[in-house]
């Protein structure tokens, strides 16, 4: 027990108070005249954002999605160029209102109702084979014929593409059972639409429009490499699938020559079986091969409480290395605040096999040996603040494990991982959460820049491309900085 | 970004499993062989309390209460030699149904309703003098005596005694703001029952009783001093409330005698001004020069969001050392989650003016050189889930920040704060939810241990009564140990 006496000196005060706070994210970047200026700005409006009697990262986002959108703080966020997305799922990319609008309303599309009230969509030049536990396919375009007013029927198919609601969320997604279980059929609901060919084009396409507008330069995104299927019913391999990222990520590009590119990480259900992944790794080596460019490397998706452990799948991820063929890791670990199962060993199993990235990372202080690997190797956590707190992690964004890491500035990315799913688009309102919620009063414009080369400096580009990219994104920067200092 | 690939050798993995399996809290206790026993039987009965579909941890106490009571770990933790509860408040250690039952019913209570619904009461042989913003005193023998069924009345009581409600709390509370408005009021109705001298003797040994009941044998306890005050209203001064604790201790040993003892933390109000927090230090000094055995420092209360910053009194609390007059600090700090305030530096303030413990700390790893001092000086942080769940600083206690702190074996000691406030008694539901929710299906019997351990090496006994203590601690704990290995 401490039983001197002391008296503080205020200077000495001060300093520890610089001292700690030059530790957190960006707490070291040195501001410019301009950045200062732009910086004094930032401060103000949190500070006006703080004293309102609602605060936003402690609410639900669905509830606090509209006060968001009306904040000065956000506005900026919008303009700011924000570097890379590097946690992102193929499916939930676009805003579903695009979809009902665009997709639905073209022809041969058929929808079934399961028996578990959730909806199924194919595009087919004939009646398709009927569906298990679905009832019979209705075209669309005939349904709505018949319809006096379609408006409740859009709302509805829109209901079933994403977990946003205007409802009481904790009413609607009670548990993180109630809440995963409704994800994963709002998944396969979303399947049917996007994995037909004309669409899936437009849709990564739209999908890459949105991250572009909301100032985003690159985008790393997890995909499935699931069958694209035509309207005759025939399929392509999953080769077809990426070739047709690659595609469209070119075509993108050149029509907007300051977006720097597309990477896609393979990724496989953690449900399955010890052979499929075994097989699955060993198509992720060989698309690596063929794709150089586009391919980043493998990770598994699904519910890390209900999957299988990594360490189950140890012979199907010790293959790359046993055959000498390089394949970078990012594993999904962590997302969980279950502590001490065996799910609860995939932050340190993930650095065990050297992954390049932790997906998540939620439980990550509870696992000091972890953490502190992580931080040594700079495996940087990709932290989605908003999926967090869709998926039922944790209520109060404040209190979010990312706000402790940052404040030493742990290796960090924030990303936006399913923004169609929690009603979200790009990466701003994620960048919001971090800013507002984790950093609290004291995080700057130097959080925010640090934040951005992070996303460049953790991304699976090469060196030379980091340096491009990092130039690209400079010009950028300093542009919106002149643009918004006062 | 980590490129070379790894197969993790399993036995080394086992070996890093292992290594941060020990750092945790009691996580290098070495076990006997009935401990082990006793161990292997908690481990069983986790496992089984974690498969269950609600998981007591993961629900607002007022509602997990039932089913804790019903845990056989909670069993366990009741019988178990638990130590010194060092983080607790005057007026609400005793069940609310003792007042009621006991105190409202003695001749000569008078109560009065609130123009804010509270209640207020008062002992007095005459009418009292009416109060301002109340409705005219009644005397609740003569309002009783009208009713034809008081269970009502008796309820209604209670209820304005404690926070605890069988109603849904997030509706009753909604906000911090509306808890803590709620917490204050009810204390203020606990005054008047409790400072009447008759009562507040009774009351105190009343409060003993509950503690040692739950096998905690040493209390700390934060007080006011306030003054007690006699049926004609006369009043006595804060050495005359010292002494009435310091004989009700004694009187409470000498009928205990494996009681170890009480020492008593005299606390204001932090919305005092500077003078009169002046006259508090000063106060404070003579009372520890007078009653040295008793008297173990000083602190501050109430709300910290909405009271000054510790930094506001830096000269009063500069005044001991000013003077050469030992008087430990025992500063409540950190209890928030509004980062980067004024209030926000009160853990490091703490820190500076060389406090013996922390009370809460619960922001502390959003503040790493904080966190990094109170490690280095073993200054202990007081955690009180049961207290942060309440009163709305984290919803989910498995994502408590002591899980993260207790993972690296930071210096936590776990008391209840205001139990009766929370409809909980001693420090049994308090551990339980450290033990079972920070951590997990990881921690084990000797973390249970350490706490206990930790209860009296960051107390404010000397180091030879902390050696006798420890001693009386370790008989009933193998006294425990080998009643409940099987
Ligand atoms: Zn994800
Ligand atoms: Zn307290």
Redesign the pocket.
């Given at each position: 027990l401490t039983s001197c006496l002391s008296i503080p000196d205020p200077r000495q005060r001060d300093a520890l108070i610089h001292l700690e706070a030059s530790m957190q994210t960006g707490g070291q970047v040195v501001l410019s005249d301009a950045e200062q200026r732009l910086d004094a700005l930032l401060f103000k409006m949190k500070q006006e954002e703080t004293a309102k009697e609602d605060f936003p990262p402690a609410m639900h986002f669905f509830k606090a999605r509209d006060l968001i959108k009306g904040s000065p703080i956000f506005s900026l966020l919008q303009k700011m160029p924000k570097g890379g997305a590097l946690?992102?799922?193929d499916l939930a990319i676009v805003d579903v209102e695009w979809l009902v609008k665009n997709v639905t309303y073209r022809p041969y599309c058929y929808m079934c109702i399961t028996d578990n009230r959730s909806i199924r969509f194919i595009f087919s030049s004939q009646l398709p084979k009927p569906l298990q536990r679905c009832s019979p396919w209705i075209q669309l375009e005939h349904l709505r014929a018949k319809m006096v007013n379609v408006t409740e029927l859009d709302n509805s198919i829109r209901n079933n593409l994403t977990l946003y609601t205007d409802q009481d969320p904790e009413a609607v997604y009670p548990s993180q059972d109630v809440v995963w279980e409704a994800f994963e059929q709002k998944f396969l609901a979303l399947w049917g639409l996007v994995m037909y060919a004309p669409v899936f084009r437009e849709y990564f396409y739209q999908g890459l429009s949105e991250f572009y507008m909301d100032n985003v330069m690159y985008v790393e995104l997890?995909v499935l490499l699931a069958e694209i299927y035509e309207l005759d019913g025939s399929t392509h391999d999953s080769a077809f699938t990426l070739r047709t990222y690659q595609d469209i990520s070119r075509q993108f590009k050149a029509n907007h020559p300051d977006f720097f590119g597309v990477r896609v990480i393979f990724s496989i259900h953690r449900g399955v079986n010890a052979s499929v992944m075994t097989g699955a790794v060993e198509e992720a080596m060989k698309l690596q091969k063929d794709f150089p460019d586009i391919m980043a490397g493998f990770d598994m998706?699904g519910r890390e409480d209900s999957g299988k452990p990594l360490w189950d799948f140890r012979e199907a991820l010790s293959l790359p290395a046993e055959r000498g063929v390089p394949m970078p890791f990012f594993f999904?670990a962590g997302?969980t605040n279950l502590q001490g199962t065996e799910v609860d060993q995939n932050l340190l199993d993930a650095l065990l096999f050297n992954t390049s990235r932790i997906?998540?990372g939620f439980a990550l202080p509870r696992h000091p040996l972890a953490r502190d690997l992580s931080r040594r190797r700079g495996v940087a956590l990709?932290v989605?603040p908003i999926?967090n707190q869709v998926m039922k992690l944790v209520k109060d964004l404040r209190n979010h494990p990312a706000a402790g890491l940052m404040s030493e500035d742990h290796p960090v990315v924030i990303s936006s991982?399913?923004p169609a799913m929690f009603g979200a688009s790009g990466l701003s309102y994620d960048f919001y959460e971090a800013f507002v919620g984790f950093g609290g009063i004291r995080s700057h414009l130097g959080s925010l820049k640090q934040l951005a080369i992070n996303s460049i400096r953790y991304s699976s580009l090469t060196p030379q491309q980091q340096e491009e990219a990092l130039a690209q994104w400079q010009t950028k920067w300093n542009k919106f900085v002149s643009e918004n200092a006062f």
């Amino acid at each position: 027990l401490t039983s001197c006496l002391s008296i503080p000196d205020p200077r000495q005060r001060d300093a520890l108070i610089h001292l700690e706070a030059s530790m957190q994210t960006g707490g070291q970047v040195v501001l410019s005249d301009a950045e200062q200026r732009l910086d004094a700005l930032l401060f103000k409006m949190k500070q006006e954002e703080t004293a309102k009697e609602d605060f936003p990262p402690a609410m639900h986002f669905f509830k606090a999605r509209d006060l968001i959108k009306g904040s000065p703080i956000f506005s900026l966020l919008q303009k700011m160029p924000k570097g890379g997305a590097l946690h992102l799922h193929d499916l939930a990319i676009v805003d579903v209102e695009w979809l009902v609008k665009n997709v639905t309303y073209r022809p041969y599309c058929y929808m079934c109702i399961t028996d578990n009230r959730s909806i199924r969509f194919i595009f087919s030049s004939q009646l398709p084979k009927p569906l298990q536990r679905c009832s019979p396919w209705i075209q669309l375009e005939h349904l709505r014929a018949k319809m006096v007013n379609v408006t409740e029927l859009d709302n509805s198919i829109r209901n079933n593409l994403t977990l946003y609601t205007d409802q009481d969320p904790e009413a609607v997604y009670p548990s993180q059972d109630v809440v995963w279980e409704a994800f994963e059929q709002k998944f396969l609901a979303l399947w049917g639409l996007v994995m037909y060919a004309p669409v899936f084009r437009e849709y990564f396409y739209q999908g890459l429009s949105e991250f572009y507008m909301d100032n985003v330069m690159y985008v790393e995104l997890r995909v499935l490499l699931a069958e694209i299927y035509e309207l005759d019913g025939s399929t392509h391999d999953s080769a077809f699938t990426l070739r047709t990222y690659q595609d469209i990520s070119r075509q993108f590009k050149a029509n907007h020559p300051d977006f720097f590119g597309v990477r896609v990480i393979f990724s496989i259900h953690r449900g399955v079986n010890a052979s499929v992944m075994t097989g699955a790794v060993e198509e992720a080596m060989k698309l690596q091969k063929d794709f150089p460019d586009i391919m980043a490397g493998f990770d598994m998706v699904g519910r890390e409480d209900s999957g299988k452990p990594l360490w189950d799948f140890r012979e199907a991820l010790s293959l790359p290395a046993e055959r000498g063929v390089p394949m970078p890791f990012f594993f999904h670990a962590g997302e969980t605040n279950l502590q001490g199962t065996e799910v609860d060993q995939n932050l340190l199993d993930a650095l065990l096999f050297n992954t390049s990235r932790i997906g998540h990372g939620f439980a990550l202080p509870r696992h000091p040996l972890a953490r502190d690997l992580s931080r040594r190797r700079g495996v940087a956590l990709e932290v989605c603040p908003i999926s967090n707190q869709v998926m039922k992690l944790v209520k109060d964004l404040r209190n979010h494990p990312a706000a402790g890491l940052m404040s030493e500035d742990h290796p960090v990315v924030i990303s936006s991982d399913d923004p169609a799913m929690f009603g979200a688009s790009g990466l701003s309102y994620d960048f919001y959460e971090a800013f507002v919620g984790f950093g609290g009063i004291r995080s700057h414009l130097g959080s925010l820049k640090q934040l951005a080369i992070n996303s460049i400096r953790y991304s699976s580009l090469t060196p030379q491309q980091q340096e491009e990219a990092l130039a690209q994104w400079q010009t950028k920067w300093n542009k919106f900085v002149s643009e918004n200092a006062f």
